[in-house]
């Protein structure tokens, strides 16, 4: 299996409402069937806007995850263009989900 993660969505810190996690799943189940949504939220002060939430979806099967990828990775949504990379599994099975030291630019 593979974790789709998107930043830059619309969605800015504080702005997270009980419904964005079935939106996203029933957006995402277009590429395939989706296993969770998980939402994160960072809210380290002066954390840049656009990168502070953090989506991860799982995919039942890895073709699915790569469809997905490709058709979110510079999608156009909310006012942002959204950024979608594979997250790594053991990081997600540990809830290590913050960014590392580095790979936020300007932020460490």
Not at 20 to 42: N, P
Request: glycine fraction near 8%; proline fraction near 5%; charge should be negative.
């Amino acid at each position: 299996m593979l974790i789709v993660t998107m930043k830059h969505v619309q969605i800015g810190p504080g702005e997270v409402d009980d419904e964005l996690e079935d939106e996203i799943a029933s957006e995402c189940s277009k590429f395939g069937a989706v296993l969770r949504v998980l939402i994160f939220e960072i809210t380290q002060a002066n954390f840049p806007a656009d990168e502070a939430v953090r989506i991860f979806v799982l995919f039942e099967r890895t073709e699915d995850s790569t469809k997905a990828l490709v058709e979110l990775e510079g999608r156009y949504f909310g006012g942002r263009i959204v950024h979608a990379t594979f997250f790594d599994e053991g990081r997600f099975e540990r809830n290590e989900l913050a960014p590392m030291p580095g790979e936020v630019p300007g932020f460490d």
